[in-house]
């Protein structure tokens, strides 16, 4: 029992009736997409990407939405997923806060926001989201699930739990379980927001967010998505200036110290704090091993016809080892299973800004 | 004019009159030191140790002081710094808060701690107060001077500042300037510790210090301090059991969690946060250039005899090529130069902890 709604480029979906999660269910949440290209006659050229913890659906831009996308280089007409060819589907992770159901969003046996009411929320219930966009749409078997990041656990979560439903995985600086020192990191990322007086518990007002916790956070995010050899290059020992730079000896005196914080500042304000706790938690969840006991076993029920892992060399939050590691577990069952390790020096980010590694390496798939 | 009071282990210098620092003086600060062995007739067997930024001049045990030091495998009779061959020295840092004066100490002039009164710190000015040790000591000319971590760069200043009076050098997972990965880890670590609204500008009740921000910044450091690679191996996914564990989604789940949340605990409440701050700073300041224009100007102030180098594969916050970096300029003026790449899997902390390693890599020197 579905019903959509139109949005602009943002297309919803709002479930009727409960939608089970793996640790509780939601009654009747909203999942919102955008989609870009045709499904041909077939119904077999559908693309699915799933993102990383901050995007919104808005890959590319279209007419109906022309702000350019966060994957503007690589979906479009022509582009490496191209959408003169494929109906390319970019969906908002449940529990993000982007138009899909998440702790920000009303809790209908409440008529208040869910906060932390909200389930524990899993990269499996993700990609289950997903899943429910695409039957909606009459799409039972797509081409590719794509993701990086986040993205690339959802869509390997997609494919181990709907193996009927994916001809195709692309997976991105992901990987098949989150390990110790990207927990860590994460937890101290959630620490930070949680140990903000403002957070309140998950109770502040909406337009008076924790902005101190999320800033932190937000740059401790920012200083594990790149590289340091990229931050050498980029900024060496240069001094800020301009109206961040601040006194000695605790004011902002580096331009990587400027760097963060002009950015770190556009983070805070758009992205709701319980929601990136609750997305942050997600990755530290996930493992393949839940599904069968061990990684062979869970790896063992994708069974794509294709696939490509793509790991960068200077990622520090998903090493390349653990593409390595995916890519390995995927040759023993799936025939076509093609790793690249590329060079980029912009670390776990890489895929959103070394376009000329990236574009042919994606290309390559399709 | 110099003073001296023995304090059981603790041996204690005052500064009779003002102490030039890089950036501002202080008046008649106090240097503290623990010593082992004795100084030969010809007192040129005097080694002196420079700290990381945490640890105090208890470097080892001894009759007077028999607690663990925190370089007791590397320190003592028999051991790779031999102290039935040499004297050994070490110093706790000035701007720290085990003895030498630092922004927790009483300011003549007000009667009052300096706290953010104290002038802005410089690896120099920590260098320079184990010059004054050594003078008060009467040691014209060291054997060697040596230290890891923030110890590396100090030792390596003292290196720079006094050429006559070292004829060695070790410095270990050290670096002849920061770079902006590790600067913007610190920078993180400052504001968390600022941002704690308990830190109050530095004007905090010291036995009420900002735990917060200070537990915060202290799991940040233990992160970047050991590698992703170790704690793989060490706590895999374990979950957390016991009295830290917490309630879903947001309690302590995983044992990695929970080892960061037992660590950090004990660092709090035994450091004070405004001497962290400078200390801090203090790493993001130093660099080699300013003494000449170039990396090479500067490194060719080092007029040692032998030097060794040593780093470690798995050190992200000084990584192996800054110790090789370091090595190849100082090659360029030090016929005996080793520099020693260790595989250790422990990153930064190794020098702590991989004993195995880097015992006969130290001893190798003596």
């Known amino acids: 029992m579905l019903r959509s709604i139109a949005m602009s480029a943002l297309k919803q979906l709002t479930i009727d009736g409960p939608f089970q999660m793996?640790?509780?269910?939601?009654?009747?949440?909203?999942?919102?997409?955008?989609?870009?290209?045709?499904?041909?006659?077939?119904?077999?050229?559908?693309?699915?990407?799933?993102?990383?913890?901050?995007?919104?659906?808005?890959?590319?831009?279209?007419?109906?939405?022309?702000?350019?996308?966060?994957?503007?280089?690589?979906?479009?007409?022509?582009?490496?997923?191209?959408?003169?060819?494929?109906?390319?589907?970019?969906?908002?992770?449940?529990?993000?806060?982007?138009?899909?159901?998440?702790?920000?969003?009303?809790?209908?046996?409440?008529?208040?926001?869910y906060r932390l009411d909200f389930p524990v929320l899993t990269v499996e219930d993700i990609a289950n989201g997903g899943k429910a966009v695409i039957a909606h749409l009459g799409i039972d078997r797509l081409h590719a699930v794509v993701g990086a990041s986040m993205g690339g656990m959802t869509a390997l979560a997609f494919a181990m739990l709907h193996p009927d439903h994916a001809a195709g995985l692309i997976s991105i600086s992901s990987a098949c379980r989150s390990l110790p020192f990207s927990i860590a990191l994460r937890s101290l990322q959630r620490e930070m927001v949680r140990q903000d007086p403002v957070w309140c518990n998950g109770q502040y007002e909406f337009d008076k967010p924790p902005a101190s916790g999320m800033r932190l956070a937000r740059k401790l995010g920012m200083i594990t998505y790149r590289s340091a050899q990229e931050w050498e290059q980029r900024f060496g020992r240069e001094r800020a200036t301009g109206d961040l730079a601040g006194p000695p000896p605790f004011g902002i005196d580096f331009e990587v110290e400027s760097y963060l914080q002009a950015h770190a500042e556009k983070f805070v304000g758009s992205f709701d704090p319980n929601c990136y706790l609750y997305l942050s938690r997600a990755m530290d969840l996930f493992d393949v091993a839940d599904h069968g006991g061990t990684l062979e076993k869970g790896m063992s029920r994708v069974k794509v016809e294709r696939a490509l892992i793509i790991g960068v060399e200077t990622d520090i939050l998903f090493p390349v080892r653990q593409q390595k590691e995916l890519a390995e577990l995927l040759k023993l069952h799936v025939a076509d299973a093609d790793f690249r390790a590329l060079a980029s020096i912009q670390g776990h980010d890489s895929f959103l800004v070394d376009m000329d590694r990236f574009r042919p390496a994606v290309a390559s798939f399709f």
Chains 1, 2 share one sequence.
Request: hydrophobic share 35%; glycine share 10%; aromatic share 8%.
């Open 22 to 113: 793996n640790r509780g269910e939601l009654e009747s949440p909203t999942f919102v997409y955008e989609a870009w290209g045709s499904l041909n006659p077939a119904r077999d050229n559908a693309v699915l990407i799933f993102t990383g913890l901050s995007p919104s659906a808005h890959a590319a831009s279209s007419k109906a939405n022309p702000t350019t996308g966060w994957w503007e280089d690589m979906v479009g007409p022509g582009k490496p997923i191209d959408t003169s060819r494929y109906l390319v589907i970019c969906v908002n992770s449940l529990g993000s806060c982007f138009g899909s159901t998440g702790p920000a969003s009303i809790n209908p046996a409440t008529g208040s926001a």
